[in-house]
């Protein structure tokens, strides 16, 4: 498998115009330089790149922590977080509240006036008399 990607990977690079070796980025993507200085970027599927690298030994009298002890400071990150997240959630609810999920506040009762709601009602026959223009052309 290993020489079948080494050989899809130098196909991909022979055919991107690569001059150097092909470094690889994320996932199945690659870059290299081109002749004319320019990056190519290929992806070859199925390649394992630098993410093959065996993982390293911990070494010998490195701090360990018991599994009780993690769970336990796991647990009291669980519970901050999650306190957090109710208090966002109340506040979001608050906002939603305050501002009638987005609805547009009403008029005051001295704005709807009978002429006013009358020519709302009715339109405009010609839409171009009645945009107003904000700026000059």
Do not use: I
Request: contains cysteine; charged residues 25%; aromatic residues 6%.
């Amino acid at each position: 498998m290993a020489s079948a990607v080494a050989a899809t990977l130098a196909e991909k690079a022979r055919e991107s115009g690569c001059v150097n070796k092909p470094t690889w980025l994320a996932g199945d993507t690659y870059r290299c330089a081109t002749e004319s200085g320019a990056f190519s970027y290929f992806n070859v599927p199925g390649g394992s790149g630098e993410r093959a690298t065996p993982k390293a030994p911990t070494p010998a009298g490195f701090p360990r922590v018991d599994p009780e002890t993690q769970k336990g400071r796991d647990g009291v990150r669980r519970k901050v977080l999650t306190d957090e997240l109710a208090t966002e959630e109340k506040l979001l609810a608050e906002a939603r509240t305050a501002y009638a999920d987005g609805a547009p506040v009403p008029l005051p009762k001295s704005a709807r006036t009978p002429r006013n709601t009358a020519r709302a009602s009715r339109g405009c026959a010609n839409p171009r008399p009645c945009t107003r223009r904000t700026s000059k052309p």
